[in-house]
């Protein structure tokens, strides 16, 4: 397992982006995505199950991408006996699933969800990506990832201070990007 901590220096993001291919997307993840809608999109890396979820929504005409993505199968996922009630164990079992479940590489994580997203958005001419990170450590990853890949591919995207819907300026937690 890779610590995130050695994931966040400049020397290791840059390396990342120098391999990362996101136009490379499987006929799986293809037919994954049009079979299911684009809204709930599964995928596999090492073993482990994934759902890549897309949640789509309209701002005075702009298609707007709600982006999450969790781990099905966690195997640190707690045990049902260690809750008194069940609603106590599903919110626990929701909360194994995304942030850092230390059971993956996230480089390859996020690769592969940054594919999905590529494709998924070109094909639906999504106009604003969200989404967000609770850990600080992820923040900053995804934060440093995201600016080095508009750079890097010239994406027709950039990374917003205000969050469009309510001009309230974005926490470290909440990103959000507009297609130019």
Do not use: C
């Not at 942030?99 to 690769?111: A, E, V, Y």
Request: glycine share 4%; aromatic share 10%; charged share 25%.
């Amino acid at each position: 397992m890779i610590k995130l901590k050695s994931l966040l220096t400049e020397e290791s993001i840059n390396a990342y982006l120098e391999s990362l291919d996101i136009s490379n997307i499987s006929p799986e993840d293809i037919n994954n995505i049009k079979n299911l809608g684009g809204k709930n999109i599964p995928f596999e890396i090492d073993g482990m199950q994934y759902k890549l979820e897309i949640n789509l929504s309209l701002f005075k005409d702009a298609r707007i991408a709600d982006v999450k993505f969790m781990l099905l199968n966690n195997p640190r996922s707690p045990k049902k006996s260690y809750f008194k009630t069940n609603q106590q164990y599903q919110i626990a079992v929701k909360k194994s699933q995304v942030g850092i479940t230390g059971t993956g590489n996230p480089f390859k994580i996020l690769t592969k969800v940054l594919s999905i997203l590529n494709y998924y958005v070109n094909e639906e001419k999504i106009k604003y990506i969200t989404f967000s990170a609770d850990e600080e450590n992820r923040q900053k990853l995804y934060g440093k990832i995201l600016q080095k890949l508009i750079e890097k591919y010239q994406i027709p995207y950039r990374q917003l201070s205000v969050n469009p819907l309510n001009g309230e300026s974005l926490n470290n937690e909440e990103f959000w990007i507009e297609r130019i």
